[in-house]
């Protein structure tokens, strides 16, 4: 039995001995011969007096109960003024839309049923036993925040600004302060509030994107992204991230989020430093930093719904699939509705304690636990309890959607408390028919997690205290009582808080005590030259980094900080380094650029480090790039090429012919073992030049502006010439003859035509002919389609595919293959399926109806009719390995399992909890049920160039599109022209047309089979 195996038996185990003292659900045949509705039973609430007793709390924990119903109902967000009142967030309306979506179709959600409320402990036991509605009437509330007496509060499309100024509790300012957040799909809400270390607020902006407005005015636009803004201007950006559910900072401000399935996410590049260069592609901006991984194993006490059990009787009632392990046969034990990734910041635990994160499974009656601990620029997060979850019910009610830092050090948790969470998009319609989806709509709970001795503290009020109580509660070991004084003290704008300020910053023995000194100094406008340089000498790196984010302000004027920012290139914290490189950037002085040319020297190994460095490369691009290109040493390094050929990208993206040129020159002189370099550099310049409707050649040629000198010309051409000798010289290394290939796609046509096309023929190895393929792709000459075509009959299979990706890139090129195509010359075979369902819902009119003619009705429109064809594949005998075979044909392009295949739709393993009837749907009507990450986009550039695929990832100045194969296309936000969404799945329909019914059954056999990738 191999390793992987043994792995997932143990988890198996052990999931089904959690669930050991929960009653299960028996599969008998009595059952099955029950209707459905008595298969159905509904599960009981738990009263809350009785509450405490369904928890299981490790390491001697316990929970409290602080407020229930009818005090709070539906709570998913809470905070805490300055003189301890708990302001909550209830998301009355849950789990349906008022409106007609795609994902609830019918609407008919309640109206404005949404609540903020205010509970009050007012005897001083702990127990919140005042309950005031502070205001009502609005929609789906996810999020509360104080703020100047009053609160923000999100309910989509808006934010609001509730505030009570006649002391009777209620808000009688209510002010839509921002408007155009999306509303289509109830879990991908903006949400979670919060302040950050720079006096600013930031939210989650989860996945729906919007188009905000500031009292009437165009602000902003967010696509999968977070934001933030400032109160007082009320400026309001976007941030990276994006994800679901949850945000939270830790102490030093590092930023973490989750989605349904990936429990622990960091953000790992700020947008404020990307944005300021337009033309750095970044793929990436968060890292997922599970170490047990994004949908890691959860070890819940609750038993199985009856619902969930019902689709799992579906699944068991084949007999193969009923001899499976535990994890298989139950619909339950991996994360698969995580919420609220947060960072515990109090002092009231032990102090192991600070700094873990806690993690709520709504659907798992659960809360997970981890350390974090960093790892480089970003974080490993490791489960801190094995084997059983810190926080676990056996209530199926029990619903822990957020957490809070609350005033007396400890961690609350917010229990929407509901009978169902799941999306009603999610819930086959005929079990669905006998669930209450709303039921608990008027229950919930908040507890108080509590560690055994526990000391319990009295929280200060803080509302009416001095600038020096304030000042002292920076040093607090609780993150309310710090935050809370910094905010105040920020939006009093005293200035009385410097001296004591500047005093805690010098003498403090609180790391976070100085930390907060600097960050508040910065707000109320006090911070100088003197308090950045106590910082940057500060023994504790996390201040270090902090001053030396926050030193952009006084460094151009302070030749002091200046000399202090350089020395830190050698820093032995990383993220001091790192912060250094981002900062670099904001410094207008020769040294700031000579640091950061040392830097890329230094850490050009480092992914991270280089993205930070690029970012700061702006203006001083140009002189950056040729110091590097003339440093033999740096040039031969083995990650030199990364960062060299994005400055070039970054100096032909720019509006200086006279800097490309210059560049030009020197890369083309470079020697001849350099040709790797000149290859990315020069694909770099061609695609930076494209940006500006130029190319190399146009370069070459002058004009009145920017002459050529011939000395540079004939450099040039003679590189050209090297190359095309290189490319045809059979006796030269293959990845030589590669590399001059693609510096010929930077030639003019007339000159490489005839090379390039001579290497398309089969007696040239396949991996040159592609090559030659994309080069003469890469050209913008009207006769290329012509070329690609001519030898068509000829190709391979894979360079046939390549011609078919160069010419669907192109709207002119793609008609010229529609012209092929109803010529003859190309047949509709020949064209694979993804292909065709890109071109059958092209955004270009004429490409689409021509599609549309040409292969419209290859495929039945009739979906259901489809399906229902095919339900006899569900009745024959599959064959697994046989399964595996057609998998691989058909689906490995954009699926993978062990190493067969490459990840771009959703991991097949998640599919365990479908019934055969489920992934027969998933897999002939793709768009029935499609989630929305998987929708496909397509993308016209400002050099005409089309490009398709989901979105899975957006920076400041960049998106990520995915497609089959793997293949990815980072593209610049400069050079998008257009952006639509096809409205379809990546996965095409029709693929009735290549898997027969015994081959589905096949299929479907090899899918059910699929475990859970082993944790790395």
Same mark, same amino acid.
């Given at each position: 039995?191999?390793?992987?195996?043994?792995?997932?038996?143990?988890?198996?185990?052990?999931?089904?001995?959690?669930?050991?003292?929960?009653?299960?659900?028996?599969?008998?045949?009595?059952?099955?011969?029950?209707?459905?509705?008595?298969?159905?039973?509904?599960?009981?609430?738990?009263?809350?007096?009785?509450?405490?007793?369904?928890?299981?709390?490790?390491?001697?924990?316990?929970?409290?109960?602080?407020?229930?119903?009818?005090?709070?109902?539906?709570?998913?967000?809470?905070?805490?003024?300055?003189?301890?009142?708990?302001?909550?967030?209830?998301?009355?309306?849950?789990?349906?839309?008022?409106?007609?979506?795609?994902?609830?179709?019918?609407?008919?959600?309640?109206?404005?049923?949404?609540?903020?409320?205010?509970?009050?402990?007012?005897?001083?036991?702990?127990?919140?036993?005042?309950?005031?509605?502070?205001?009502?009437?609005?929609?789906?509330?996810?999020?509360?925040?104080?703020?100047?007496?009053?609160?923000?509060?999100?309910?989509?499309?808006?934010?609001?600004?509730?505030?009570?100024?006649?002391?009777?509790?209620?808000?009688?300012?209510?002010?839509?302060?921002?408007?155009?957040?999306?509303?289509? @799909?109830?879990?991908?809400?903006?949400?979670?509030?919060?302040?950050?270390?720079?006096?600013?607020?930031?939210?989650?902006?989860?996945?729906?994107?919007?188009?905000?407005?500031?009292?009437?005015?165009?602000?902003?636009?967010?696509?999968?992204?977070?934001?933030?803004?400032?109160?007082?201007?009320?400026?309001?950006?976007?941030?990276?991230?994006?994800?679901?559910?949850?945000?939270?900072?830790?102490?030093?401000?590092?930023?973490?989020?989750?989605?349904?399935? @990936?429990?622990?996410?960091?953000?790992?590049?700020?947008?404020?430093?990307?944005?300021?260069?337009?033309?750095?592609?970044?793929?990436?901006?968060?890292?997922?930093?599970?170490?047990?991984?994004?949908?890691?194993?959860?070890?819940?006490?609750?038993?199985?719904?009856?619902?969930?059990?019902?689709?799992?009787?579906?699944?068991?009632?084949?007999?193969?699939?009923?001899?499976?392990?535990?994890?298989?046969?139950?619909?339950?034990?991996?994360?698969?509705?995580?919420?609220?990734?947060?960072?515990?910041?109090?002092?009231?635990?032990?102090?192991?304690?600070?700094?873990?994160?806690?993690?709520?499974?709504?659907?798992?009656?659960?809360?997970?636990?981890?350390?974090?601990?960093?790892?480089?620029?970003?974080?490993?997060?490791?489960?801190?309890?094995?084997?059983?979850?810190?926080?676990?019910?056996?209530?199926?009610?029990?619903?822990?959607?957020?957490?809070?830092?609350?005033?007396?050090?400890?961690?609350?948790?917010?229990?929407?408390?509901?009978?169902?969470?799941?999306?009603?998009?999610?819930?086959?319609?005929?079990?669905?028919?006998?669930?209450?989806?709303?039921?608990?709509?008027?229950?919930?709970?908040?507890?108080?997690?509590?560690?055994?001795?526990?000391?319990?503290?009295?929280?200060?009020?803080?509302?009416?205290?001095?600038?020096?109580?304030?000042?002292?509660?920076?040093?607090?070991?609780?993150?309310?009582?710090?935050?809370?004084?910094?905010?105040?003290?920020?939006?009093?704008?005293?200035?009385?808080?410097?001296?004591?300020?500047?005093?805690?910053?010098?003498?403090?023995?609180?790391?976070?005590?100085?930390?907060?000194?600097?960050?508040?100094?910065?707000?109320?406008?006090?911070?100088?030259?003197?308090?950045?340089?106590?910082?940057?000498?500060?023994?504790?790196?996390?201040?270090?980094?902090?001053?030396?984010?926050?030193?952009?302000?006084?460094?151009?004027?302070?030749?002091?900080?200046?000399?202090?920012?350089?020395?830190?290139?050698?820093?032995?914290?990383?993220?001091?380094?790192?912060?250094?490189?981002?900062?670099?950037?904001?410094?207008?002085?020769?040294?700031?650029?000579?640091?950061?040319?040392?830097?890329?020297?230094?850490?050009?190994?480092?992914?991270?480090?280089?993205?930070?460095?690029?970012?700061?490369?702006?203006?001083?691009?140009?002189?950056?790039?040729?110091?590097?290109?003339?440093?033999?040493?740096?040039?031969?390094?083995?990650?030199?090429?990364?960062?060299?050929?994005?400055?070039?990208?970054?100096?032909?993206?720019?509006?200086?012919?006279?800097?490309?040129?210059?560049?030009?020159?020197?890369?083309?002189?470079?020697?001849?073992?350099?040709?790797?370099?000149?290859?990315?550099?020069?694909?770099?310049?061609?695609?930076?030049?494209?940006?500006?409707?130029?190319?190399?050649?146009?370069?070459?040629?002058?004009?009145?502006?920017?002459?050529?000198?011939?000395?540079?010309?004939?450099?040039?051409?003679?590189?050209?010439?090297?190359?095309?000798?290189?490319?045809?010289?059979?006796?030269?290394?293959?990845?030589?003859?590669?590399?001059?290939?693609?510096?010929?796609?930077?030639?003019?046509?007339?000159?490489?035509?005839?090379?390039?096309?001579?290497?398309?023929?089969?007696?040239?190895?396949?991996?040159?002919?592609?090559?030659?393929? @994309?080069?003469?792709?890469?050209? @913008?000459?009207?006769?290329?389609?012509?070329?690609?075509?001519?030898?068509?009959?000829?190709?391979?299979?894979?360079?046939?595919?390549?011609?078919?990706?160069?010419?669907?890139?192109?709207?002119?090129?793609?008609?010229?293959?529609?012209?092929?195509?109803?010529?003859?010359?190309?047949?509709?075979?020949?064209?694979?399926?993804?292909?065709?369902?890109?071109?059958?819902?092209?955004?270009?009119?004429?490409?689409?109806?021509?599609?549309?003619?040409?292969?419209?009705?290859?495929?039945?429109?009739?979906?259901?009719?489809?399906?229902?064809?095919?339900?006899?594949?569900?009745?024959?005998?599959?064959?697994?390995?046989?399964?595996?075979?057609?998998?691989?044909?058909?689906?490995?392009?954009?699926?993978?399992?062990?190493?067969?295949?490459?990840?771009?739709?959703?991991?097949?393993?998640?599919?365990?909890?479908?019934?055969?009837?489920?992934?027969?749907?998933?897999?002939?009507?793709?768009?029935?049920?499609?989630?929305?990450?998987?929708?496909?986009?397509?993308?016209?550039?400002?050099?005409?160039?089309?490009?398709?695929?989901?979105?899975?990832?957006?920076?400041?100045?960049?998106?990520?599109?995915?497609?089959?194969?793997?293949?990815?296309?980072?593209?610049?936000?400069?050079?998008?022209?257009?952006?639509?969404?096809?409205?379809?799945?990546?996965?095409?329909?029709?693929?009735?047309?290549?898997?027969?019914?015994?081959?589905?059954?096949?299929?479907?056999?090899?899918?059910?089979?699929?475990?859970?990738?082993?944790?790395?």
């Amino acid at each position: 039995m191999n390793t992987r195996t043994c792995h997932l038996l143990l988890i198996a185990s052990l999931v089904l001995l959690a669930l050991a003292s929960a009653p299960l659900a028996v599969f008998s045949a009595d059952d099955e011969e029950k209707p459905l509705a008595d298969r159905l039973p509904r599960i009981p609430a738990t009263e809350a007096d009785k509450a405490l007793d369904t928890f299981e709390v490790q390491r001697g924990f316990s929970l409290e109960t602080v407020a229930h119903e009818p005090n709070v109902a539906d709570p998913v967000s809470a905070c805490f003024d300055e003189n301890g009142r708990m302001f909550v967030a209830e998301m009355h309306g849950y789990p349906y839309s008022q409106e007609p979506t795609k994902l609830n179709p019918q609407g008919g959600g309640k109206q404005d049923a949404g609540i903020v409320r205010m509970l009050e402990d007012t005897n001083g036991d702990g127990i919140y036993d005042r309950s005031v509605v502070f205001a009502d009437k609005i929609s789906w509330c996810t999020s509360v925040l104080c703020y100047r007496g009053g609160v923000f509060v999100i309910s989509p499309p808006h934010i609001y600004y509730f505030k009570d100024t006649n002391g009777d509790d209620v808000a009688d300012i209510r002010e839509i302060v921002y408007s155009g957040f999306g509303r289509g @799909n109830v879990q991908a809400l903006p949400n979670n509030l919060k302040w950050g270390l720079d006096n600013k607020i930031y939210g989650a902006g989860a996945s729906l994107g919007a188009e905000i407005t500031n009292r009437g005015e165009k602000m902003a636009k967010i696509g999968q992204q977070d934001f933030r803004f400032d109160p007082v201007s009320e400026k309001l950006e976007p941030q990276s991230g994006g994800a679901q559910f949850g945000m939270s900072f830790d102490d030093w401000g590092n930023r973490f989020l989750a989605t349904n399935s @990936n429990h622990m996410i960091h953000v790992v590049y700020p947008y404020e430093y990307l944005v300021r260069n337009p033309y750095l592609p970044v793929p990436g901006v968060t890292r997922s930093i599970a170490k047990e991984g994004g949908a890691a194993p959860v070890f819940r006490r609750s038993p199985p719904e009856p619902w969930r059990v019902v689709r799992t009787k579906r699944r068991m009632e084949n007999p193969k699939f009923a001899k499976n392990a535990g994890t298989e046969r139950f619909a339950i034990g991996f994360f698969t509705s995580a919420t609220s990734p947060t960072i515990y910041q109090g002092s009231a635990y032990p102090p192991e304690y600070r700094g873990n994160a806690f993690i709520g499974d709504v659907g798992g009656n659960l809360v997970h636990r981890k350390t974090v601990e960093s790892d480089g620029a970003s974080f490993v997060a490791t489960r801190a309890d094995e084997n059983v979850e810190f926080i676990a019910s056996t209530d199926n009610w029990f619903r822990p959607v957020n957490f809070v830092n609350a005033p007396d050090g400890t961690l609350y948790v917010l229990d929407m408390y509901r009978e169902t969470i799941e999306h009603p998009y999610s819930i086959p319609e005929d079990i669905k028919a006998h669930l209450d989806l709303e039921s608990g709509h008027d229950r919930g709970r908040i507890y108080r997690l509590v560690s055994p001795d526990m000391q319990r503290i009295t929280p200060p009020k803080l509302g009416k205290a001095s600038v020096e109580v304030l000042v002292k509660n920076l040093e607090s070991p609780n993150i309310w009582n710090r935050e809370t004084a910094q905010r105040l003290i920020w939006e009093r704008q005293d200035k009385s808080a410097v001296a004591p300020l500047r005093k805690l910053l010098r003498e403090s023995s609180s790391e976070l005590g100085r930390l907060h000194a600097l960050c508040t100094l910065d707000g109320i406008k006090s911070l100088k030259a003197d308090d950045v340089l106590i910082g940057l000498s500060d023994p504790h790196a996390g201040v270090r980094q902090h001053a030396v984010r926050l030193s952009s302000t006084v460094a151009d004027k302070s030749s002091e900080v200046m000399s202090q920012l350089v020395e830190l290139v050698d820093d032995p914290d990383y993220r001091v380094r790192l912060q250094l490189a981002f900062t670099l950037g904001d410094i207008a002085q020769e040294e700031a650029a000579e640091a950061l040319a040392q830097m890329a020297i230094q850490y050009s190994d480092d992914k991270e480090m280089r993205i930070a460095i690029l970012s700061s490369m702006t203006a001083n691009a140009p002189a950056v790039a040729l110091r590097l290109l003339a440093n033999d040493t740096f040039r031969n390094t083995a990650r030199s090429v990364e960062i060299l050929s994005l400055l070039a990208g970054i100096v032909a993206s720019g509006k200086n012919p006279a800097e490309t040129i210059k560049l030009l020159a020197a890369i083309s002189t470079l020697p001849e073992d350099s040709l790797n370099v000149q290859r990315r550099m020069l694909k770099a310049i061609g695609e930076g030049l494209a940006r500006n409707k130029s190319s190399i050649g146009k370069l070459l040629a002058g004009d009145k502006k920017h002459k050529v000198p011939d000395d540079v010309k004939q450099s040039v051409a003679a590189l050209f010439t090297r190359a095309g000798e290189t490319a045809i010289d059979e006796k030269a290394p293959p990845a030589n003859r590669s590399a001059a290939v693609e510096i010929l796609a930077y030639a003019d046509f007339d000159t490489v035509a005839d090379t390039l096309t001579e290497l398309i023929t089969p007696q040239t190895p396949t991996a040159l002919q592609i090559a030659a393929v @994309n080069a003469l792709s890469t050209q @913008n000459d009207a006769q290329v389609a012509g070329v690609l075509l001519e030898g068509w009959r000829g190709y391979f299979p894979a360079v046939r595919a390549a011609v078919i990706e160069a010419l669907i890139r192109s709207d002119d090129r793609t008609q010229q293959l529609l012209v092929a195509m109803g010529d003859g010359e190309v047949t509709s075979a020949e064209l694979p399926r993804d292909k065709k369902q890109l071109l059958l819902n092209h955004q270009n009119d004429k490409i689409r109806a021509a599609a549309r003619k040409l292969f419209g009705g290859e495929v039945s429109g009739d979906r259901g009719k489809v399906v229902a064809d095919y339900q006899a594949a569900l009745e024959l005998e599959g064959n697994a390995e046989r399964g595996k075979k057609v998998f691989e044909k058909t689906c490995s392009v954009c699926h993978k399992v062990g190493e067969l295949g490459v990840q771009v739709g959703p991991d097949l393993a998640s599919t365990q909890n479908k019934t055969p009837q489920d992934l027969l749907v998933n897999i002939l009507d793709p768009n029935r049920e499609a989630l929305p990450q998987y929708t496909t986009y397509s993308v016209v550039t400002s050099a005409g160039k089309t490009l398709s695929g989901i979105v899975t990832g957006e920076s400041a100045n960049s998106i990520t599109l995915l497609r089959a194969e793997g293949k990815q296309d980072v593209v610049l936000r400069a050079e998008i022209d257009v952006l639509a969404s096809n409205g379809v799945s990546l996965m095409p329909e029709g693929l009735e047309k290549d898997i027969p019914p015994q081959a589905m059954a096949d299929l479907l056999a090899f899918i059910r089979q699929i475990k859970p990738a082993k944790a790395k």
